[in-house]
């Protein structure tokens, strides 16, 4: 079936500095992924969709300037937590659907865990 | 703007007894999908739900469409403990615009 894979899993950081998130789909091309955010005990909230070769596009109250998103392959997106703050930090997690999987069909990664301190 | 409600947001129950997770959205759509996830983890895909009155079952889980009363349920049927977990529901608009929206999720404790 469709893999989607997410790296890193976990990862901590010092308040300021930047992380980046990979989000591969391994054997589908993914026209478009989505970035989730997860608070502990709550649902998913979608952060932006992102297609490949063109800008992402945010949800409302979604800074842009934060959360760098890059589609540059039909295989990769980036997300990237700028200048990260404790308040940053969340679980999460990319989506990705694509020719293989379009039996309407989402693929999760795994998810990370982001850890500001 | 979209909005998906689940009822009930915490269950209770016990091993052996049957019950209903019910999935409500505010908009027009044909595309509901189900998902589990474990403490820690990300999503497991279990229904896709594409037309209304689309029933599928998966060994004690059988999900539901009405498309009419924007309504999907999840029943369990004797549960076991394997089966505590958040329960998901997420519904993709019609016009394809892709992005599902999540309801509040249902957590589910199974109890010996």
């Known amino acids: 079936g469709a893999v989607v894979s997410q790296h890193p899993s976990w990862v901590i950081c010092k308040s300021g500095t930047s992380v980046k998130i990979e989000c591969r789909s391994l054997?589908?091309?993914?026209?478009?992924m989505f970035w989730y955010r997860q608070f502990p005990k709550q649902s998913l909230m979608l952060m932006a969709t992102?297609?490949?070769?063109?800008?992402?596009?945010?949800e409302q109250g979604v800074e842009k300037d934060k959360f760098l998103i890059n589609h540059a392959s039909l295989t990769l997106s980036t997300l990237t937590v700028t200048s990260a703050h404790p308040e940053d930090s969340s679980f999460y997690i990319c989506?990705?659907?694509?020719?293989?999987?379009?039996?309407?069909?989402?693929?999760f990664g795994s998810g990370t865990r982001l850890t500001v301190v | 703007e979209l909005k998906v409600e689940q009822n009930p947001l915490f269950l209770s129950m016990q091993e052996g007894k049957n019950y209903t997770i019910y999935c409500n959205y505010s908009t027009t759509s044909d595309r509901l999908y189900w998902y589990r996830q474990d403490p820690g983890k990300s999503l497991e895909s279990l229904f896709v739900?594409?037309?209304?009155?689309a029933v599928k079952q998966e060994g004690r889980l059988m999900a539901s469409l009405d498309t009419k009363a924007r309504l999907s349920t999840l029943h369990i049927t004797a549960a076991v403990h394997d089966l505590s977990a958040t329960y998901f529901c997420a519904v993709d608009p019609s016009f394809g615009n892709e992005k599902l929206t999540f309801g509040t999720g249902t957590r589910l404790t199974i109890i010996p």
């Open positions: 739900l594409l037309s209304n009155g």
């Open positions: 992102s297609n490949e070769g063109s800008k992402a596009t945010y």
């Open positions: 989506s990705a659907r694509g020719f293989r999987n379009a039996n309407y069909g989402y693929t």
């Open positions: 054997d589908f091309q993914a026209t478009t």
